[in-house]
């Protein structure tokens, strides 16, 4: 249920950003009325395919996540607002149309990465960077290509709506999710590393860290 007001909540501050009494604007925009409609297939599915509450702490978590979640937390309602907001009043916009659709494209593939990889993490996944009891080094479908395939949908799927709205947010955006996916990846990698080792190590030989074949 909980899950549910999360989405109902999500197309509601997109409305107020954007204006509840121009919700025909919203929507004269066929890319922007797709990746609503795309956002709201994204969370439904990421509803689906999770197996255990997001906010589950295992046997070994590293302090002061909480305040990194806080962070997060108001990140997102501030991007959810601003960017409708920004693109309605035309504050800091790329005049071009076609940007939009190429954020969509990124906004999609980055969904899809994120699901397939909360598909293949099953019982293992959890927002703390953490052990779980029983946990298993998940090394198949997507995690046999990248070790951090949830950070590299983050990457795709933010810079992404920003660009839906044609917002110039998508520079710091991009640079923050970047900054993010290489510091916290690193830290749930020396986590893994130090509960598997020599298996953990095999794995990171084979794998990229983030992006196949580049990095």
Known sequence: MRSLLRV??????????WGIRDLGGFFASP????????????????????KTPRFRKGTRTPGGQRFLFAFLQILTI???????????????????????????????????VTILALHTLGRNYSIYVTIQEQHQLVQTGIYGIVRNPIYLGNLL????????????LVVPAFA??????????????RVLAAHFGVDFEAYRRRTWRLVPYVY
């Open 8 to 17: 109902g909540a999500a197309i509601l501050l997109l409305f107020v950003g």
């Open 31 to 50: 890319a922007r009325a797709i990746f609503l409609g795309a956002l709201v297939a994204d969370m439904v599915s990421a509803i689906v395919v999770m």
């Open 78 to 112: 501030f991007l959810i607002v601003f960017l409708p907001y920004g693109d309605r009043r035309g504050i800091h916009v790329v005049n071009a149309e076609w940007v939009r659709w190429l954020g969509l494209v990124l906004f999609v593939a980055g969904a899809v």
């Open 157 to 168: 799927a933010w810079p992404g709506m920003c660009l839906v709205f044609r917002s110039w």
């Open 176 to 189: 923050f999710f970047l900054l993010f996916a290489v510091l916290r990846g690193a830290q749930e990698e």
